[in-house]
């Protein structure tokens, strides 16, 4: 992401509810579903448009074992991130 992107701080633990059109690509995910995840964390996309959430599915029995795998990662929209946290400039 550019410097000047504002990227929303979505802490550990805040559940996402996207649209199909919310989100671009997934692991294991049907291309233009609705998703629900609970994040564990945002990396970036090298784009001011997207970024990568990594993070579990609300039913998931581990989500606290550091040794269990992500459930769930997949490109989202910036402008939707945008509506879970506040923002913040990466650098």
């Known amino acids: 992401m550019s410097a000047t992107a504002p990227v929303p701080e979505v802490g550990p633990g805040v559940l996402l509810t996207l649209d199909g059109d919310d989100w671009s690509e997934g692991r294991g995910?049907?291309?233009?579903?609705?998703?629900?995840?609970?994040?564990?964390?945002?990396?970036?996309?090298?784009?001011?448009?997207?970024?990568?959430?990594?993070?579990h599915r609300p039913g998931c029995a581990y989500p606290h074992v550091d040794e269990h795998v992500p459930c769930v990662e997949l490109r989202v929209r910036l402008a939707v991130l945008r509506r879970y946290g506040s923002a913040r400039h990466e650098s």
């Open 29 to 55: 995910l049907v291309p233009g579903s609705r998703v629900e995840v609970v994040v564990t964390g945002l990396h970036a996309d090298d784009s001011d448009e997207w970024v990568w959430v990594v993070g």
